[in-house]
């Protein structure tokens, strides 16, 4: 988020004095403007060196769409000032509105300029400003000698045409940040130098003694704008990609554009002028192409540092992972509660500028504070001393006060002079900060595995919120049922098989074999939220390879608005047997702890002496000792009933079926009674810890 | 050779292809069906096919009731007769690279692509009586010569050079460039009625070359007149009774009613 230079200091100050601020992107504009000259009038189509006036000009313009530029903000200049009804499909205007501003004459193209320079509120043109970007594509003849001096044609009558020195001067009083010209007729080399200075890249078609030429591609076109234009859309007309992004950053920079698209088969030879050496850093699909620092971290794999990101899985940034040693391997664990684990971060500057002492600031928060900075609670925070223009790098700090198991939301936010974040929890609509949704738990697999989160409606409007589950990869034979309290209506469920709990809580079943389950017209209020559950089995058969794989995303008309992965793996039974003693000792040794329960103390005691021992290997000894824990736990009843009435009922039940589980010496039924029962546990102890 | 005259357009038009096949398949031409089959069903203006009498029709002009072809390679300039297609005389040009040609009224001007200039060239004795500097485009990238035609004392020459193609047009008598304009288009040939200027653009082998026209004195504004199914057009000029243009492709020689 870029943000004007004399309010970077105040808005610096208020940061470190840790006030809550808005940041100025609401207030100052910074627009991307284009200015597209085509400087004849298409009759014909399919006809060389005639049709490309539209043609190319049509490809310029879509390129600009799909970069972030508005309509609003490209002015075009071409023809008669009609767009011309081409008879190919893709060559017609798919806007609700011409493109075509005006006819091109020289009096309209120094008037353009003239109004981007001083504004002009009858044609609804603002004058730019220092923090503006501004582009211009100019097409057709031009004529030039020896001296290098380019004259361009305008309709080809001689009155008309506009001198390299008259295009300098003419744009010249337009305010800029940067600005960039790509040039696509003959001698248009011979404009570089009446142009060039160290904000400005111009990318001519040709030398200054050279002509440019038009070649057959999916219709006929000027070389350098077909070519130019397939570099910035990272594909061709026909959708074939192509590799513009040579960094692979998923940006495509104005200088990457010149290297794929002049190393390709052409007529002339494409020039570059680039004085101040920012064509490496003008990304025109950044918000303000050329920044000066420009640093985010990534909402998604396909995150480019747009704002607002796309909203698919944009809660699972891949710049934000943990891990449970501090291994630097950049594959997100999730986190293990009551041991250290380490978070990291990665951020890359893509402004032209070095950025300097970036704050890192690492949090969590309850999943139903995910768009809420004020109710975050800090992890820790790393800073970045320098981060070079076009530089990436890692962050990691470790992490012990890991909260009881359960479903949060974990972020990241940058912080440095120049670019601060804004007041958005929202992660896809700041590019400083990233979320992911994590699961605080214990490496469970084999039996029934349960955990619980939040469905809700976090806009200011009541809406009907669809729940989906997509079953990306499920078992046969695996078995997932999902949990919802009575206050959780709808209207339709697709995929799944429904019966009530004696808590009068919806059961769905989900059908394996569905690709997807769907709840259908769930109405909350704004902020409402409820708490479900998901169970999740493998099949008994399962090896320590086999895995299971929901995607659920909380959708509104169709567009995604949240959601969570939720991965299950099978490990070798000894190893699931530690790891849910492990979790069960720390989350009674807390419950202990927080109400002074000497059941609790003695749980966690118990559970401690086979983890530490390494006896929880021991079956025979899980079994035994599994006896003495149950009832210790169900002697907890009252004291729920007392804490937690909602959940009490459910927890006595748990309590009953593990008794039971204990009766029948099934290990593998024992552990998933003993995890249904520690998740509940878990769950009450995290709602008390709110009302703090 | 036969030639067909197509005074009844519609009854003809399958004698014409027959006899064109015949004509395509002398020359060995390896386009000719499809765009002999455009041209003849898609061009209602066609009047007139004849095989061009050389194999490397370059340059084509109209003097005294009569075709003048010049063959590129053989560097032969022919007249032929407009309707039998008979070569009736030949003259060899001691020209380096002749590849266009037009009628002034009183002499044919020859373009040499290699020397860059424009002979006087006496057609009744085959000498060459003086010449002018043809115009040369300050350009380094590839570009080449068109066709050719006179305006009163204008000669116009088109030069093919992409987006820096140009028709220049000079004094006739002393080579002095008295303008120059885009064509909006590759330009091949040229020809002009003393008032229109006709240019026949190129538009590769895969596109129907496109006819336009513009008034000699306003050249900035120009329509397109016409789609021709020709693949590889080297020049054209207005004849008595329409317009003739040469596809070297095909070695074939069309007239068309000009619009």
């Known amino acids: 988020m870029r943000i004007q230079s004399g309010k970077k200091v105040a808005l610096l100050l208020a940061v470190l004095a840790g006030l809550q601020i808005a940041t100025a992107e609401e207030a100052i504009a910074q627009e991307k403007v284009a200015v597209l000259i085509s400087t004849g009038n298409t009759t014909s189509d399919d006809t060389y060196y005639h049709s490309e006036y539209w043609y190319d000009l049509m490809l310029m313009y879509r390129m600009l769409i799909e970069n972030g530029f508005t309509h609003d903000n490209i002015h075009v200049l071409y023809g008669n000032g009609s767009d011309f009804a081409s008879t190919h499909t893709y060559y017609q205007n798919p806007y609700a509105s011409a493109m075509t501003d005006y006819a091109v004459s020289r009096t309209n193209i120094q008037n353009i300029f003239n109004w981007l320079a001083v504004g002009n509120a009858a044609q609804g043109i603002s004058a730019m400003t220092s923090n503006d970007f501004l582009f211009v594509w100019w097409m057709g003849h031009g004529s030039g000698g020896a001296a290098c001096n380019t004259t361009f044609d305008v309709m080809g009558i001689p009155s008309q045409a506009v001198t390299d020195t008259e295009l300098a001067a003419w744009t010249a009083p337009i305010a800029h940040d940067k600005r960039a010209f790509v040039f696509m007729t003959c001698h248009s080399g011979g404009a570089m130098d009446n142009l060039q200075d160290v904000v400005t890249v111009s990318m001519p078609s040709c030398t200054c003694a050279q002509s440019s030429y038009s070649d057959s591609y999916d219709v006929v076109h000027g070389e350098w704008t077909y070519l130019v234009a397939a570099a910035l859309r990272k594909m061709l007309p026909d959708t074939t990609g192509v590799t513009s992004d040579a960094d692979g950053n998923l940006l495509v920079s104005l200088q990457e554009t010149f290297n794929w698209a002049s190393s390709q088969p052409m007529g002339s030879t494409p020039q570059l002028s680039d004085l101040g050496a920012i064509a490496p850093c003008v990304f025109l699909k950044s918000k303000l192409p050329g920044d000066d620092i420009e640093i985010y971290s990534r909402d998604h794999g396909f995150d480019d540092g747009t704002v607002p990101s796309n909203y698919s899985t944009w809660f699972h940034g891949p710049d934000l992972w943990v891990r449970h040693f501090n291994d630097g391997i950049p594959v997100h664990l ?291 000792i599994m006896g003495e824990i149950s009832k210790l736990e169900c002697a907890l009843g009252e004291f729920m009933q007392k804490i937690s009435p909602r959940h009490a009922r459910r927890y006595l039940r748990a309590c009953k079926d593990l008794d039971a589980a204990v009766t029948k010496g099934d290990p593998g039924d024992i552990l998933e009674k003993q995890q249904k029962l520690t998740t509940i546990t878990s769950l009450v102890l995290a709602e008390d810890i709110l009302k703090d | 050779m036969k030639v067909v005259k197509m005074c009844n357009k519609t009854k003809l038009l399958g004698v014409v292809w027959v006899v064109l096949w015949a004509g395509v398949g002398c020359l060995g031409s390896q386009d000719g069906p499809e765009y002999l089959q455009k041209t003849s069903r898609m061009d209602q203006n066609v009047l007139h096919v004849l095989a061009s009498p050389v194999l490397d029709p370059r340059g084509l002009t109209w003097a005294k009731d009569r075709l003048w072809v010049i063959d590129g390679k053989s560097r032969l300039l022919a007249r032929v007769h407009p309707e039998s297609g008979k070569m009736e005389h030949t003259w060899e040009l001691s020209i380096a690279g002749p590849t266009a040609v037009a009628w002034d009224g009183s002499f044919l001007r020859i373009l040499d692509a290699e020397k860059q200039v424009v002979y006087r060239f006496d057609p009744e004795n085959g000498k060459i009586l003086d010449f002018i500097q043809a115009p040369r485009p300050d350009i380094e990238s590839k570009w080449s010569y068109g066709g050719m035609a006179v305006v009163d004392s204008d000669l116009y020459i088109a030069v093919s050079a992409g987006w820096c193609s140009k028709i220049y047009c000079m004094d006739l008598e002393t080579g002095k460039i008295r303008k120059d304009f885009f064509p909006q288009c590759d330009p091949r040939g040229l020809a ?68």
């Open chain 1, 334 to 624: 999730d986190p293990e509660f009551g041991q250290t684990n380490y978070v990291y971060g990665n951020v890359h500057n893509i402004g032209c500028g070095t950025a300097g002492n970036i704050s890192v600031e690492f949090s969590w928060v309850q999943q139903s504070g995910w768009n809420n900075p004020a109710a975050w609670n800090p992890i820790a925070t790393a800073n970045i001393p320098l981060l070079p223009s076009l530089a990436s790098t890692s962050v990691v700090v470790p992490w012990s006060t890991v909260p009881v198991p359960g479903t949060y939301c974990m972020h990241t936010r940058l912080n440095t002079a120049g670019d601060l974040e804004n007041a958005y929890g929202e992660a896809y609509r700041d590019n400083n900060k990233v979320q992911i949704n994590v699961e605080v738990k214990d490496t469970w697999a084999g039996a029934g595995w349960m955990h619980f989160f939040f469905v809700e409606n976090a806009s200011k409007k009541p809406t009907s919120v669809d729940l989906a589950f997509e079953l990306r990869f499920v078992p046969k034979d695996a078995q997932i049922s999902l949990e919802l309290p009575p206050e959780i209506r709808f209207e339709k469920v697709i995929g799944a098989e429904i019966s009530k709990n004696p808590d009068g809580w919806t059961v769905l079943h989900f059908v394996p074999s569905q690709k997807r389950v769907m709840v259908f017209g769930v109405p909350l209020a704004s902020m409402e939220k409820h708490r479900v559950f998901m169970t999740t089995v493998l099949p008994p058969t399962s090896n320590t390879k086999q895995w299971l794989e929901v995607m659920f995303t909380e959708q509104v008309r169709g567009r995604t608005k949240g959601g969570i992965r939720i991965v299950r793996r099978a490990g070798k039974p000894e190893q699931v047997v530690c790891q849910v003693l492990s979790t069960k000792m720390h989350v009674f040794d807390a419950v202990a702890e927080r109400f002074g329960l000497d059941e609790a103390r003695y749980v966690a005691k118990l559970a401690a002496k086979l983890v530490e021992s390494r006896e929880c290997r021991n079956m025979d000894a899980f079994r035994e």
């Open chain 2, 192 to 259: 002009s009625d003393g008032s229109r200027l006709w240019i026949l653009a190129y538009n590769t082998s895969k596109l129907p070359a496109k006819l336009n026209v513009r008034d000699v004195n306003q050249t900035s504004k120009h329509r397109f007149v016409q789609d021709l199914w020709v693949a590889d057009p080297t020049d054209m000029v207005m004849g008595d009774n329409g317009l003739w243009i040469v596809d070297r492709q095909s070695g074939r020689i069309l007239q068309l009613q000009a619009q």
